[in-house]
């Protein structure tokens, strides 16, 4: 079963082929489902939506559930009986007093859609995806735009493609922009086939997400831009793995993104950036469900 909330257009898409329930505000379902549903595996896989008191609660609901925290530095993974992560360094440095469960960190334990492990190795194309999250909150979008059209920028003359998420309400102004209007761009809203998209292009400009483990898996080199201090230091695995570039924080990453973007181009043509010596294996679904399931 899926517990989600407020998001109608996962809903919609996940109840074609699964259980799909709309959580309350005061996660009640959630709570009841624990307590009489004999569920016996409950998978955390979003932040800020439970606390400490729900994680207690929910154990004292049923002594028996195996409790698993995907990728959160929130207090609630100390609750947990196994804690799932990619091997971002700031791990060791979190506090796990009290913690007994286990900690399984590691490129294998990233939890990846299986549409992104079928899709072959393709020759890519000329084109440049651009992704911001599904809404992008921080208008990012517009101001990666802006750089982009400035007139001594060597990427203005690549093809842009850019994802955007259903509940993006911005495409309208967007296209009316002046830096729309001087690049060769197309809007692609919630793609059905993203995966497929994602391979088709050279390299990707993002902010840091679960989107640069999909670009990894893939084989894409990719730019990110980080909204938070752990996302930027997420972000260095990538780059210390020749992977991936950092164009830095939100709040400063326009001052830099000329001369981390030449470099990087400069990085592809003499392959520097390259997956050649990249061999771990992301998302081992065979491995994470032992984990889980053991």
């Known amino acids: 079963k899926f517990l989600i909330k407020k998001d109608d257009y996962w809903i919609n898409k996940l109840k074609k082929k699964y259980q799909v329930i709309k959580c309350d505000e005061k996660n009640t379902i959630l ?10 595996h409950f ?4 932040r800020n ?3 400490v008191k729900d994680f207690v609660k929910i154990k004292k609901l049923n002594n028996q559930l195996k409790i698993i925290v995907n990728d959160s530095p929130e207090e609630i993974r ?3 009986d196994i804690f799932l992560s990619p091997p971002i360094a700031q791990i060791k440095d979190w506090d796990w007093t009290g913690f007994n469960g286990k900690i399984y960190s590691d490129w294998e334990y990233v939890m990846l859609r299986k549409e992104f492990h079928e899709t072959s190795t393709e020759k890519k194309s000329n084109k440049v995806l651009l992704s911001f999250g599904s809404t992008d909150p921080f208008c990012i979008t517009e101001k990666v735009l802006d750089l982009l059209c400035k007139e001594d920028n060597k990427l203005k003359h690549y093809e842009f493609v850019l994802i955007v998420g259903p509940q993006f309400d911005r495409i309208k102004k967007i296209y009316s922009s002046i830096s729309f209007k001087s690049l060769n761009i197309e809007i692609i809203k919630s793609p059905s086939n993203i995966e497929k998209l994602f391979n088709s292009v050279s390299f990707a400009i993002i902010s840091f997400g679960v989107t640069a483990y999909e670009l990894s898996l893939l084989k ?3 730019m990110s831009i980080s909204i938070s201090n752990d996302h930027e230091e997420s972000s260095n695995l990538f780059v210390k793995n020749n992977l991936s570039k950092s164009l830095g924080l939100i709040e400063n990453f326009e001052y830099n993104f000329y001369n981390i973007a030449i470099n990087f181009l400069n990085d592809l043509k003499t392959k520097k950036i390259s997956f050649d010596n990249f061999k771990n294996k992301i998302s081992d679904w065979n491995k994470i469900i032992n984990v889980i399931t053991n």
Not at 43 to 46: A, E, L, P
């Open 31 to 40: 709570f009841n489902l624990i307590k009489i549903d004999h569920t016996t």
């Open 220 to 222: 894409v080199p990719f």
């Open 78 to 80: 100390k609750y947990c």
């Open 49 to 51: 939506d439970l606390d």
């Open 43 to 46: 998978i955390y896989d979003t």
